[in-house]
């Protein structure tokens, strides 16, 4: 039992998989303000081309509540189409700013350094460095 407790305790993998570094959250974080800035001009135009479409001609009148009569035009449904995606586009890169700073603050918490941890050498433990992530929580 104390044997495999040992084993599991300082066997290590051969190849670990490699944890993203601090220049990989800053590429990240780029490009996904970049998305977010893409996405939020992008909506901007689609808004304001649906502000400047003219209406066209006009194809009738409907009664809003049975009340109201309000006329249909023509372009009406281009317009709304045109407006209602560039909101959600625009709606839509408010997660991508977010992610984006977080990524960021931790690009800037992230550091490597040495650690001393025992290993096993002949017949004692030794303790030798090996290279570490840091990562600081500010609290």
Partial sequence: MLLILSAS?????????????????????KRQKKVASI?????????????IIPRGEQTG????YGIFPVPDYKNDGIKAALGLTGVASMLGSIPFFIASGKNKRKAMHLSF???????????????RPV????IKISL
């Fill in 9 to 29: 305790s300082f066997g290590q993998q051969t190849n670990p998989s490699p944890g993203l570094t601090k220049q990989d959250y800053l590429l990240k974080s």
């Fill in 39 to 51: 996405m939020l001009g992008g909506g901007a135009v689609l808004v304001l081309t649906s502000f």
């Fill in 61 to 64: 009148t409907t009664n809003m």
């Fill in 113 to 127: 350094k040495n650690e001393m941890a025992p290993q096993i050498q002949k017949s004692g433990f030794a303790y």
């Fill in 131 to 134: 290279p570490s992530l840091t």
